[in-house]
């Protein structure tokens, strides 16, 4: 089912368990709420605002953990599509957010920009090293959303791609596209690693592997999850040198926000979060057009998790 959170909810809910509590704060009022537990207090299951990417998987990854942590008898708050990573995570830092879905490699390279680790032991161990005191990651899944260079079939062939390095022939009458902030994250890379300097780079966000059907780009940041990959016949060019790390769906948390039981739940779901059932759920939701707390909740059912 689907279900929305907003701040009237929220606030119904705050009274109600105040005025069972007998009253608020030190002023008596019931919506005085300074002297509450805080969300990672030992109290119950605690509270979770859960915030999540300007995309549908995150959306759905999202609402995986707020359904599962209600079943826990969390009180969740969600927040979604906020925006790009740069908006988010200086939310999640503040405790603005306490929860969202993250990809390992991604979040390595957004906070320590001279990152090499590759594999997800590799990533993760530089994550605990380098995240600030405000923050934890938990347990990462076997789920993984890596980017890609991808391109049409017919541009494979017209031009002879067939890894990241061969763009490198070519990639000067190219145009890409990709999210609003590709360009930022990985111009100086591309050029760097595989000498791939592109004539023009287009902020396709959601709409990438359509612009590369249709045409408006020839090369698209597809991630490899994304059921369009297949639909639109495209071809992911290999990443010889692994410019892009291992990207394994990880929550990012704010540490003294999360109570035990967000821990524990969440961590039940990325034992159990696979890539093939990520891009079954995508699947559903990119070309079956169903919504994704639906789609949630049926994942969450069928794996005993709600």
């Known amino acids: 089912m689907r279900r929305m959170f907003g701040t009237a909810a929220v606030l119904v809910s705050a009274v109600l368990t105040l005025a069972a509590c007998g009253g608020g704060g030190s002023t008596g009022n019931p919506l005085d709420t300074t002297s509450a537990a805080p969300s990672g207090s030992a109290s119950g299951?605690?509270?979770?605002?859960?915030?999540?990417?300007?995309?549908?998987?995150?959306?759905?990854l999202a609402s995986i953990y707020a359904q599962a942590l209600e079943a826990k008898g969390v009180q969740v708050e969600e927040k979604p599509r906020i925006?790009?990573?740069?908006?988010?995570y200086d939310q999640v830092k503040s405790g603005g957010l306490t929860i969202?879905?993250?990809?390992?490699?991604?979040?390595?390279?957004?906070i320590d920009q001279a990152a090499t680790a590759a594999t997800t032991d590799e990533v993760n161990t530089a994550l605990k090293e380098k995240l600030p005191a405000e923050l934890e990651v938990l347990d990462s899944s076997p789920a993984e959303d890596k980017d890609t260079l991808s391109v049409t079939k017919d541009t494979q062939t017209k031009q002879s791609l067939t890894t990241m390095e061969d763009l490198a022939k070519a990639s000067k009458s190219m145009i890409v596209g990709g999210p609003p902030e590709f360009k930022k994250r990985w111009e100086a890379r591309f050029k760097e690693v595989y000498g791939v300097e592109f004539k023009e780079w287009k902020p396709t966000g959601p709409t990438t592997a359509d612009a590369l059907k249709d045409g408006t780009i020839q090369v698209g940041n597809v991630f490899s999850t994304d059921p369009k990959i297949a639909a639109n016949n495209l071809v992911p060019l290999q990443d010889t040198k692994n410019i892009f790390p291992a990207q394994n769906v990880t929550p990012l948390l704010h540490k003294a926000s999360a109570s035990d039981t967000i821990r524990t739940t969440l961590n039940g779901i990325s034992a159990k979060l696979t890539t093939q059932s990520l891009l079954e759920m995508m699947q559903k939701i990119s070309v079956n057009k169903d919504e994704p707390a639906m789609v949630a909740e049926e994942w969450l059912t069928s794996n005993g998790l709600a």
């Open 100 to 110: 969202v879905p993250e990809y390992n490699g991604n979040l390595l390279a957004f």
């Open 83 to 88: 925006g790009s990573r740069e908006a988010v």
């Open 45 to 60: 299951g605690g509270k979770a605002v859960i915030g999540s990417f300007d995309f549908d998987e995150s959306v759905l």
